[in-house]
């Protein structure tokens, strides 16, 4: 695992927040890929991002948050599909490349378990984050890229 530190940017970002079952994310995520293209975000130009906030490996579903994101520099209008404006923050973070389904990122739990304890970094007070950098329809699951970020203090 290749882990470079990199001193991420101020991100404005329009967000579906979901909480509930992992299993059933995807369906929020669908919201905000119709809000997308309603406002003909290209994922070439507006980046697409998951802020996990709780492992759905240990969390109880009700519990279970992740606020899926399109970076978008104007403020969001209320709306039927129930996106608003987020920030994801400026700040340090360790970051590796994930190759392959997105359905689990193992890459995350290198990161927490075994990077972070020998790598004498602290955490900060955001969670953790990935940038989806191959989206679409025609992705297949072998060949999608996740970039994983690990905010840091």
């Known amino acids: 695992m290749?882990?470079?530190i990199i001193d991420f940017p101020e991100t404005k970002v329009a967000v579906v927040e979901y909480r509930g079952a992992p299993e059933l994310e995807y369906e929020a995520a669908k919201k905000l890929i119709a809000w997308r293209m309603e406002h003909r975000l290209s994922p070439a130009i507006h980046q697409s991002y998951g802020i996990?906030?709780?492992?759905p490996v240990t969390t109880p579903p009700e519990r279970y948050r992740v606020d899926f994101c399109v970076s978008h520099d104007d403020e969001?209008?209320?709306?039927?599909?129930?996106v608003v404006s987020k920030?994801?923050?400026?700040?340090?973070?360790?970051?590796?490349?994930y190759l392959g389904p997105r359905d689990n990122i193992t890459a995350a739990r290198e990161?927490?378990?075994?990077?972070?304890?020998?790598?004498?970094?602290?955490?900060r007070d955001f969670p953790i984050f990935f940038h989806y950098v191959n989206v679409g329809p025609d992705i297949?699951?072998?060949?999608m890229i996740t970039d994983v970020y690990l905010p840091l203090c």
Do not use: T
Request: glycine letters at 8%; hydrophobic letters at 40%; one cysteine or more.
């Open 87 to 97: 920030l994801i923050p400026a700040g340090r973070c360790a970051v590796v490349r």
């Open 2 to 4: 290749d882990v470079i």
């Open 76 to 82: 969001v209008e209320i709306n039927s599909y129930g």
């Open 52 to 55: 996990h906030f709780d492992d």
């Open 140 to 143: 297949k699951p072998a060949e």
């Open 111 to 123: 990161l927490y378990e075994n990077w972070l304890p020998s790598s004498g970094e602290k955490l």
